[in-house]
């Protein structure tokens, strides 16, 4: 078999070290076996951007029958042209005699192979560890290893969700500001980003975006002491390595361990008190061996200044009230994942039709209220983006210059459905409202039996109770004012704005 040399999946897989499984069986599926199967029934495993590239590559070789998922709101779809299953309902029906799975995973190639062992079948491989036995990548990974022989030196590693951003980019000003000696590289999506660092000595690597950074990536990754991440992970690849998952929110509202879990390989996590820790375990997943820090988050430490002037960067109009809608994702743009069997035509709930915005838009004006809805940075922008006089999209350019925390605190309230950042908002003890329109539609559990009860704020469920809560914010009303402090207490820590601080005192950073 011979394989694609600019494939940056494929790479990915490298980078990740997935063909490292624990798995003996795993590691014995070797290509020669594989090619003895080619004409059964293929089934892959994960939609993901690996998988898609194998089904385009050999797709004229194998016999692709579908791919499976584990997330229950990709049944049913198609992903490549073909439908994705649940793993449940199909794999019990298979015969290792007709049938073959191949998993494509970057981090849990483990956890699926044991699914697989469960369900009764046996008959599967690893598509990282089937790649590593051939060119390019087999010789890559000789060269990687030379790198792991290296001496430690004092880098940082970072990553963070939008590059530069959420508790990495807070901790990563805070040290820079203090006239630290550490070297600082960072781990970014978009290469325009490079421009952002705050130091000429530091370094910012796009592994996507040349061969050059990503063995640049894969040289620091070995010799840096220090690896902090808020979303998508960097991988420890040394014991006397310390690697920190400094998450992207507090409390949440949804079960996510379907799509993502907490490596084993963590030495730190930070979250903001025991309760929440103990309400996310079986959704995180956190690891038995990691210690955890409790307390503020660093990039909740902006929430404490009152200087800020991030709207002016958005509008020179004046307003009496500003609201931002802040709605959870619902349709990634970076993966086959969607979580509502709706579609949202102007990338929110509740509005679906174009008299409702302009209805929308004209009740704020008589309101003299500025509505700023601001995706999820990585919702699928599917959707009409079109500024009314009184409602503006966050979106684009004009979210790329605009510090989201900073910008909350000249926030008069929020409207929200089941996102996480409430939780950091509520630390500006300032009204909220729930958009909860599409429950019944939206597919993601939720952590808590009651999530109401987390939910101290008006509830929306037509365009009336929009506008009820609106009034309430023009006339200066907060309702729920007792029941949102009660929940602010007992999902985070005391508010003193030293999150970055005791967060750096408590690594020795």
């Not at 015969?95 to 849990?108: A, G, N, P």
């Not at 969700?161 to 006239?179: P, S």
């Not at 729920?480 to 408590?506: D, H, M, Q, S, Y």
Request: net charge negative.
């Amino acid at each position: 078999m011979t394989i694609d040399a600019n494939v940056y999946a494929f790479w990915d897989f490298m980078v990740e070290e997935s063909f490292r499984t624990k798995n003996s069986y795993l590691q014995s599926r070797s290509v020669e076996a594989f090619e003895k199967e080619l004409t059964k029934n293929i089934y892959i495993f994960g939609c993901n951007d690996g998988a898609r590239e194998f089904h385009r590559i050999f797709g004229d070789r194998c016999r692709f029958t579908g791919f499976f998922d584990n997330a229950e709101a990709k049944w049913g779809t198609c992903f490549d042209g073909l439908a994705v299953l649940s793993p449940g309902q199909v794999v019990p029906t298979l015969e290792e005699e007709k049938d073959v799975i191949v998993i494509s995973m970057r981090l849990s190639s483990d956890v699926i192979a044991k699914q697989l062992d469960e369900l009764g079948f046996k008959n599967y491989y690893s598509l990282p560890v089937l790649i590593s036995e051939m060119k390019p990548y087999d010789e890559w990974i000789k060269k990687s290893e030379k790198f792991l022989l290296s001496d430690l030196q004092d880098i940082v590693m970072l990553e963070s969700t939008g590059d530069f951003d959420g508790n990495c980019g807070a901790v990563y000003k805070y040290l820079r500001d203090k006239g630290s000696k550490h070297k600082f590289v960072w781990v970014i999506k978009n290469p325009a980003n490079k421009q952002l660092l705050l130091d000429p000595d530091d370094e910012a690597l796009c592994p996507k975006e040349s061969y050059e950074d990503l063995l640049r990536f894969v040289e620091i990754r070995a010799k840096a002491r220090w690896e902090l991440w808020d979303n998508a992970p960097i991988l420890k690849v040394r014991d006397d390595q310390t690697n920190v998952f400094l998450q992207h929110f507090g409390m949440g509202y949804k079960q996510i361990s379907k799509f993502y879990r907490c490596p084993e390989y963590v030495d730190y996590v930070l979250t903001t008190n025991e309760f929440v820790r103990e309400m996310e375990k079986d959704s995180i997943c956190y690891p038995e061996g990691a210690s955890f820090i409790y307390g503020e988050l660093p990039r909740n430490d902006v929430l404490f200044g009152s200087e800020w002037d991030e709207l002016r960067k958005i509008t020179d109009r004046h307003y009496d009230k500003v609201v931002l809608w802040a709605p959870t994702l619902r349709e990634s743009m970076t993966a086959n994942r969607r979580d509502s069997d709706i579609e949202y035509p102007y990338g929110v709930s509740l509005l679906y039709r174009d008299g409702d915005v302009r209805a929308l838009n004209q009740h704020l004006k008589e309101l003299g209220i500025l509505l700023i809805i601001k995706p999820h940075p990585r919702q699928k922008l599917n959707y009409a983006d079109v500024d009314y006089d009184n409602i503006i999209y966050l979106t684009g350019e004009r979210a790329k210059i605009v510090h989201s925390y900073k910008l909350l605190t000249q926030m008069d309230a929020m409207i929200t459905d089941y996102s996480s950042i409430v939780f950091d908002y509520m630390l500006l003890d300032r009204p909220i409202a729930w958009v909860l329109e599409d429950r019944e539609h939206y597919k993601i559990d939720y952590l808590m039996d009651n999530p109401d009860e987390y939910m101290p704020g008006n509830k929306i469920y037509e365009l009336k109770d929009l506008f009820a809560f609106l009034d309430e914010v023009g006339e200066g009303k907060d309702s729920f004012r007792e029941e949102r402090r009660a929940i602010c207490k007992r999902c985070n820590p005391t508010f003193e704005g030293k999150g970055c601080e005791k967060l750096v005192e408590a690594l020795g950073l």
